[in-house]
Each structure stands twice: as structure tokens, then as C-alpha cells.
């Protein structure tokens, strides 16, 4: 995939602009926090601050020639830390391991405080901040507090809730934000990934670039979407539910895709009825709910969703997948009919 650059950011606002004239003038804080949905942006945020921090051009940075951003692009940058769920820096830890340890922490806090190649800058990339263990949170906090000279942290996470407020506290928060639809279509395109469902697949992936990547030329998602669509939106006869259902009883397995994807699409309608701006394309709905979509109040929308999380919660307690699936269509059913000429 093409990178996408630091400039990029310019559009998600101010605090945008004010980071790149630090990260140019070298005056940068020592802590930052990104945070944001899901497919934002936010480790390659991280990525390219680590590079413009490391780069050695003394002209606009991160140049992406000098020894410094090719050794950081390929993660092989000497004074370059990365931290993640899964692959750990200290010895004796257990890889795939679901969170961070506070062994990971300790290894890092040592590493920074080698003296760097060169007496150059240090960057450490800390992604799934969510995922350090509280030992781990703590450990890195005295870190925070005293950072040492010439070190920079970047924290990366979907969930700043699962972060001690000591921590948060500490950083200069950067949140991430849903990429321009018509963005995503010109990266997809640089990428020379433009396919027969590229528009939808923007769509779908709520301002996720990685997402929109992802979906564009995923078959067996855009025949999933079709089925979901005629269940759910193209189907008007309750005498119709217990055939689709008996096609569906043994398909439990594609339950928690199905739920995404009719999330998804409710979405779609959600944003075309409250973010016009946003030009959601509703062709392939059926006419009744292109005119839910356009008149519907906010309470008819939250019992289709409050349906959907209804039917996701009865599932984990493994309840009968047919029977779920019934009640969820006749509700959409009933929604839809109202709409009806």
C-alpha cells in the first residue's frame, strides 16, 4: 500500500498543524497519546512521527531517503523501540500473549537508557497501549513522570478507557478521525485497487482506509452483504421468515459476520439520514427504506439497533440461532413495511 503522509493529518484540524510545525522545529513533546476508531490512522500516525523524529535531513522530514527513515520504515532503526501485543522485547516472555507485561516495560525503560547511536534521538512505539497489564502501567508512569533525555513515546490505543488517567494525564492526546469518503476513494485508487464494489466498500468501512482496503475485493463479504440484504431489507412477508430461517439454522458460525454486516448497513442508513454530508449512496435498498433512511426519527433507528444487540447478547448465552434469527428478521420486517407505498 502506498503510505499515506504526515501532511495527510492537516485535514483532522488544528492540533494536526501545530504537531507537524513541532515535529519540523524539533519541539516536540516527550509523550503522545493517539487515539481514535478502529482503521484511523493511528499507527501509521505513529510510524511517520517516529520517522520525522529520527530522520537526519536537515531540510522537510521525514525525507524518506536519509539512513534513518529507511532503517525506521523497516522497524531495523537502532534507536527505534517497538512495543505491541503478542511480540515481546524481553526475554523469557511468551509470545501471542494478549496483553503487555510489565517485564516488556522494564526492558524498554533499560534499553532508554543506553545512550543512543550517535547521541541520536530515541522513539519508542508503544501500539495496544490498551493491552499493558496495570503492573506494566504503573512501571511505565515513573517513566512518564522523569522521561529520559532526548526520548520520545508514542502511544497508540482504540481504548483510552482501559488506560490509568495518570497516564493520560501525562501524554498530549491526538485523536485520529474518520477519513473523507472521496480520500479513501483516491487512496484506493493510488493503490491500484479500485474494483466493482470500491464505492460501497468506502461505505462500509465507516472512514477506515485499512477497512475500505480490505473490503473492496473480498468476494465472499459482498455475497454475505447480498444475502443480508435480501433478509433483512428486501424481504416483506412474514410468511417468508421460516424459510430463510431453516436456510440459516445451520450457519450459526457466520452469526457474528452477519451481525457486522447488518450493522454495517444500518449504518449506511444512519449516516445518509443525520450526515448528509457524508453523500451515501442507498441504491442497492430497496425504495421503502431509502424512504426510512430520509424521514425516519432517531428512536426507529435505535430499535434496529437495539435489536441487532439484543439478538448478538441471546446468542452468548446460547440460545437457539434459528429462533433469534426469526425475531431480528420479523422486526425489520415490521420497520420496513411502514415504509411501504
Known amino acids: ?27 516536540a513533546v516527550h509523550a503522545y497519546l493517539i487515539t481514535g476508531e478502529k482503521g484511523t490512522g493511528k499507527r501509521t500516525l505513529a510510524r511517520l512521527m517516529a520517522k520525522t523524529i529520527l530522520c537526519s535531513s536537515g531540510g522537510k522530514r521525514p525525507c524518506g531517503v536519509c539512513r534513518n527513515c529507511i532503517l525506521a520504515e523497516k522497524n531495523e532503526h537502532p534507536d527505534l523501540i517497538l512495543i505491541e501485543k503478542g511480540s515481546p522485547i524481553a526475554a523469557g516472555v511468551k509470545k501471542d500473549r494478549n496483553t503487555i507485561p510489565i517485564e516488556d516495560i522494564r526492558e524498554m525503560i533499560r534499553l532508554c537508557g543506553i545512550r543512543s547511536t550517535d547521541g541520536n534521538k530515541r522513539v519508542v512505539l508503544l501500539f495496544d497501549a490498551d493491552k499493558m497489564t496495570t503492573q506494566a502501567q504503573n512501571c511505565l508512569l515513573k517513566t512518564l513522570e522523569e522521561p529520559p533525555s532526548d526520548t520520545y513515546l508514542i502511544l497508540a490505543t482504540d481504548h483510552t478507557e482501559s488506560i490509568l488517567p495518570t497516564i493520560i494525564s501525562r501524554c498530549r492526546i491526538l485523536r485520529t478521525k474518520a477519513w473523507d469518503d472521496q480520500y479513501i476513494l483516491s487512496v484506493l485508487d493510488r493503490n491500484h485497487v479500485l474494483g466493482e464494489h470500491s464505492a460501497d466498500a468506502v461505505a462500509a468501512a465507516g472512514g477506515s482506509i485499512g477497512r475500505a482496503l480490505e473490503l473492496t475485493n473480498d468476494d465472499s463479504y459482498w455475497k454475505l452483504r447480498d444475502e443480508v440484504m435480501d433478509i433483512f431489507f428486501r424481504t416483506t412477508s412474514r410468511s417468508d421468515v ?3 430461517s431453516n436456510q440459516w439454522k445451520d450457519r450459526k458460525q457466520d452469526a457474528e459476520q452477519l451481525f457486522s454486516v447488518l ?16 453523500k451515501t449512496d442507498l441504491s442497492a435498498f430497496p425504495p421503502q427504506w431509502q424512504k426510512f433512511a430520509g424521514k425516519a426519527q432517531e428512536e426507529e433507528f435505535v430499535v434496529l439497533t437495539n435489536c441487532i444487540s439484543s439478538s448478538k447478547k441471546q446468542l452468548q448465552y446460547s440460545l437457539n440461532f434459528q429462533a433469534v434469527l426469526e425475531k431480528l428478521i420479523f422486526a425489520f420486517i415490521g420497520e420496513g413495511n411502514k415504509w411501504l407505498q
Open 242 to 244: 421460516l424459510k430463510i
Open 1 to 27: 500500500m502506498e503510505d499515506i503522509i504526515l501532511e495527510s493529518f492537516l485535514n483532522h484540524g488544528e492540533t494536526y498543524r501545530i504537531l507537524f510545525d513541532q515535529l519540523q522545529n524539533e519541539t
Open 263 to 278: 450493522e454495517s448497513l444500518v449504518g449506511m442508513l444512519m449516516e445518509y439520514r443525520f450526515y448528509r454530508d457524508r
